[in-house]
């Protein structure tokens, strides 16, 4: 079975008829596991620093809140959390910050060369823009993934969304990525302050045109310290319309439902993802200060003011739940491999 081509009209029509969503979910999930097949990843996240230079009004690790107490996690630090995660029988190591300089490129080249020397392990980076010459160092060193979400297509938004920056810019560094060798990784947010149908189909559209290797899908979720603290969040039903719209036109793209999904709904969220949106990914943060710290909740590496840090374990309940098992591999680009499952 080939991926789904979707032209406009039909992913606006399928992202405003709320009342038949459940035919589309049942389409999702059966390309889904056609695709890819019901082994999911488990990715665990090292959440190693919230310093950023940049002033996102959606994240609470923007420039100018200065209420959020910051951290760095050391080299060493950093290493030993990506040994934990492999010694805990998980084949990726995702490796995210803000925007932060202090990390120089011959930092994090240590980082990964280290993480790799250790464990047999697939290295993702989501860093934010760095330099080309970084980015080749990093590929180089051993990080064979990046994930760099464009969080949306609309230019005018994400103007005014990123203050500061342009979208042009954005999808000029995810193209690099690529030229680069790297298995690019993009994503989304759902249900940002002005967003329109519109704009969720331009999403859409730019999955199926650029076919990434990696996809994640969040929700909008106000955080307390930021300019956007008295905005609704997310329509779940919406967010997982999305979700299922995108396994139709990416086919065997690996699809994340981020934590940011069980903080929207607890309960149902990343279970519906990977049931009805055809997600195939969870990514359980495996910070070990946010684990161990009774203030974790100030510690604050968090995009939302009380979102939850899903565990492995919680993240292996959800799969269990959901009928999955656990892919054994590193979980490289079915794109890249040519594979169908």
Do not use: W
């Amino acid at each position: 079975m080939t991926m789904q081509h979707l032209q406009r009209e039909d992913i606006l029509d399928a992202l405003r008829d709320a009342d038949n969503q459940a035919a589309l979910f049942a389409e999702a999930d059966r390309v889904r596991r056609d695709r890819v097949g019901d082994a999911a990843q488990l990715r665990g996240v090292v959440h190693f620093a919230n310093h950023c230079r940049c002033n996102d009004l959606y994240c609470g690790l923007m420039r100018d809140n200065d209420r959020c107490e910051r951290f760095r996690m050391s080299e060493d630090e950093i290493v030993d959390t990506a040994l934990a995660i492999a010694e805990a029988g998980l084949r990726t190591v995702v490796l995210q910050s803000g925007e932060d300089p202090h990390y120089t490129r011959e930092m994090l080249c240590s980082i990964i060369e280290r993480i790799l020397d250790g464990a047999d392990v697939a290295i993702t980076l989501s860093l934010g823009r760095r330099s080309r010459e970084d980015l080749r160092a990093f590929r180089a060193a051993g990080a064979e993934r990046y994930l760099m979400k464009h969080e949306t297509m609309n230019p005018e938004l994400y103007a005014r969304m990123r203050p500061g920056l342009k979208l042009e810019d954005r999808l000029a560094a995810i193209r690099e990525l690529r030229e680069l060798g790297f298995q690019v990784g993009v994503g989304n947010i759902v249900g940002l302050p002005g967003q329109t149908l519109e704009d969720l189909c331009a999403d859409v559209l730019f999955f199926q045109d650029f076919q990434p290797d990696m996809i994640n899908i969040g929700p909008f979720i106000p955080h307390a310290q930021t300019p956007l603290r008295d905005e609704p969040a997310g329509d779940v039903e919406l967010m997982l319309r999305v979700f299922a719209l995108t396994r139709l036109v990416t086919g065997n793209t690996h699809m994340a439902a981020a934590n940011t999904v069980a903080t929207l709904d607890p309960d149902e969220g990343q279970f519906r993802a990977l049931t009805q949106g055809g997600a195939n990914v969870l990514m359980p943060n495996c910070n070990p200060f946010l684990q161990s710290r009774k203030d974790k909740i100030e510690y604050e590496f968090q995009i939302t003011t009380n979102k939850r840090y899903v565990s492995v374990d919680e993240a292996r309940r959800v799969l269990e739940r959901a009928g999955r098992t656990v892919n054994p591999g590193k979980g490289h680009s079915l794109k890249m491999q040519g594979e169908a499952i």
